[in-house]
């Protein structure tokens, strides 16, 4: 029988699921991998991905764009000091949003089983 340290554990999920870190100019800014929301969290991330990809006109890309980051940033002071930084710019928000995506969508649970 094998044995191994919860902290072993925890460092492989780090390594597995970690977060995005934006570096700015006071500091770096971490955004959590889906998984390691709440569920509560998870699913309103999953509602404003829907919004954001529906043609909708009345949508607010820039208010769903940051109201995500809010979800998914380690901490309210995280997501402030991010959204400050961008000001209000729309195509970064956007890179920001996808780079997200893409670094974590590695991470996310699947349906298939390999």
């Given at each position: 029988m094998s044995t191994i340290s919860l902290d072993t554990i925890r460092a492989a999920a780090e390594a597995k699921y970690?977060?995005?870190d934006i570096e700015l100019e006071d500091g770096t800014v971490r955004l959590l991998n889906p998984l390691r929301?709440?569920?509560e969290n998870r699913k309103a991330l999953a509602?404003?991905?829907g919004?954001?990809?529906s043609?909708?006109?009345e949508t607010d890309q820039e208010e769903m764009l940051a109201d995500a980051?809010?979800?998914v940033?380690?901490?309210e002071k995280h997501a402030d000091k991010?959204?400050?930084?961008i000001g209000g710019d729309l195509t970064v928000l956007a890179e920001v949003f996808e780079n997200y995506v893409k670094g974590t969508s590695a991470g996310e649970a699947s349906g298939s089983r390999d």
């Open positions: 970690g977060s995005l929301l709440s569920k509602d404003i991905q919004g954001i990809n043609d909708e006109s980051l809010r979800l940033a380690q901490s991010l959204l400050a930084a």
